[in-house]
């Protein structure tokens, strides 16, 4: 069984950046892929960005260019660099991490706000 954990989340103005971090309880290259995802109020939950066991990346249309996706597989850790953040970016984000059986943490707040 493999926790994972997020961190980082916040308060942030809008055009502020924060690093979202999340540690797993074991090697993440057990997994075939990792992914950061978001839910905000109301809507249902969306991937934002997907990095795969070998490092590429995928990501939404929404955060292309502003949001950046990496892995420290020594400390088993990914990494969520978001900039330029905009109000419609506040949500819980998640992390996940998949091989026959997927992993969630337990999410963690940003709020986009003036």
């Known amino acids: 069984q493999v926790q994972l954990v997020e961190s980082g989340g916040g308060l942030v103005q809008p055009g502020g950046s924060l690093r979202l971090s999340c540690a797993a309880s074991g090697s993440i290259l057990s997994f075939n892929g990792m992914g950061w995802y978001r839910q905000a109020p109301g809507k249902e939950r969306e991937l934002v960005a997907h990095i795969s066991r070998g490092g590429s990346q995928d990501y939404a249309d929404s955060v292309q260019g502003r949001f950046t996706a990496s892995r420290d597989n020594a400390k088993n850790t990914v990494y969520l660099q978001m900039n330029n953040l905009k109000p419609e970016d506040t949500a819980v984000y998640y992390c996940?991490?998949?091989?026959?059986?997927?992993?969630w943490g337990q999410g963690t707040q940003v709020t986009v706000s003036s």
């Open positions: 996940s991490g998949w091989s026959t059986v997927t992993y």
